[in-house]
Nanobody
Framework: QVQVVESGGGLVQPGGSLRLSCVAS????????MDWYRQAPGPQRELVAQ???????NYADSVKGRFTISRDNAKNTMYLQMNSLRPEDTAVYYC?????????WGKGTPVTVSA
């Protein structure tokens, strides 16, 4: 089993910044990629950003130029630097880890962007 824990969420004013962290631990075999998803009130979970083991990255159009995903492979840790935050970025942010052929999720960290 692999445990996934997110941290770094909180309340921030529009235009502000936050840095999210995600740590994977346990019986890790080979993390292929890690993602950040977010879910605002409603059923849809949106892919925000992805980073592969080779550090290739992919972003949702809505966050390009504002968010930066990075990864420390030695620590099995992923980060999401979020700048120029907008009210529409408000959501619970989830970390997803693809370890070999298995998917693991964290419990999420809430981000609220409000004046």
């Amino acid at each position: 089993q692999v445990q996934v824990v997110e941290s770094g969420g909180g309340l921030v004013q529009p235009g502000g910044s936050l840095r999210l962290s995600c740590v994977a631990s346990g019986n890790i075999i080979n993390i292929r990629y890690m993602d950040w998803y977010r879910q605002a009130p409603g059923p849809q979970r949106e892919l925000v950003a992805q980073i592969t083991s080779g550090s290739s990255t992919n972003y949702a159009d809505s966050v390009k130029g504002r968010f930066t995903i990075s990864r420390d492979n030695a620590k099995n840790t992923m980060y999401l630097q979020m700048n120029s935050l907008r009210p529409e970025d408000t959501a619970v942010y989830y970390c997803h880890v693809r370890d070999y052929a298995m998917d693991y999720w964290g419990k999420g960290t809430p981000v609220t962007v409000s004046a």
